[in-house]
């Protein structure tokens, strides 16, 4: 090979080599470009994800409230010890606390809750109260409840508030029927559901009904009544 045309050749390899050189040199930004824009595409990507996670817990925080009037005595005695009074509605987590306070064994378990309990237990003249009257009975009893060391203390106080008019109740007569239905109808439920058909029957049955629409109003009240306590048995 003549020495004119090698260099020809290595001219032309060089001239290759530059051009290649120079297309990896344009490639570099365009590249960078494109790891750039796919970054982004990451990040509202990421915010999307993070905006629908962010919905999906505001949504399962919406805590639906739970109407007292569906508690039994002992719920309502846990709930006045646990809470005292500070609430405006009833929410699913503090009905939880009440049943965890209430399925608690040995030293776990709440004296004062369950003090509370059995001084109101079987007591003729709280069983046909409303629930929220029964919640402030309790509320009453626990200020003084230093006052009142013994399950008879508790009980005597407990109707002396209630006859000295200290806890306001509502007479059948003064609550409205579409209320009492709604009261009776939850603890039926409560009663059927909870494996106590037999005693929701029975029940109805006492006023010569099959379902709880044919119960005349007046006798809704002995409906909550009685529900409450076989609820409470």
């Known amino acids: ?38 970054s982004q595409l990451s990040k509202a990507e990421t915010k ?3 905006k629908k ?7 399962h925080s919406v805590i639906n409230p739970i109407d007292i009037h569906t508690l039994n005595l002992e719920q309502l ?13 009833l929410t699913t987590e503090q009905l939880d606390k009440v049943n965890a306070t209430i399925a608690a064994t040995g030293k776990h378990r709440n004296t004062q809750a369950d003090a509370l309990y059995m001084a109101l237990v079987n007591l003729e003249e709280v069983t046909n109260l409303p629930n929220n009257t029964i919640h402030d009975l309790c509320l009453e009893m626990l200020r003084h409840w230093s006052d009142i060391v013994g399950i008879t203390e508790r009980r005597e106080f407990a109707i002396e508030l209630l006859r000295a ?3 306001t109740s509502k007479t059948p007569e003064d609550t409205d029927p579409k209320v009492l239905f709604e009261q009776a109808e ?15 029957v029975e029940i109805l049955t006492q006023f010569g009904a099959k379902k709880l629409g044919q119960v005349p109003e007046d006798k809704l009240a002995e409906v909550v009544a ?4 076989a609820l409470e048995s």
């Open 53 to 59: 996670e962010t919905a999906k817990i505001d949504t």
């Open 77 to 89: 005695a846990v709930l006045a010890v646990l809470f005292n009074g500070n609430f405006d509605e």
């Open 165 to 167: 008019g200290k806890v």
């Open 186 to 200: 939850k603890l039926i439920l409560q009663l059927a559901k909870g494996g106590y058909r037999n005693n929701a």
């Open 1 to 38: 090979m003549s020495l004119e045309l090698a260099i020809k050749e290595n001219t032309e390899v060089m001239r290759q080599l530059i051009a290649t050189m120079q297309s990896g040199a344009v490639a570099q930004p365009h590249t960078t470009l494109t790891l750039d824009a796919e």
């Open 48 to 50: 999307t994800i993070s």
């Open 226 to 229: 009685l529900a409450k306590k």
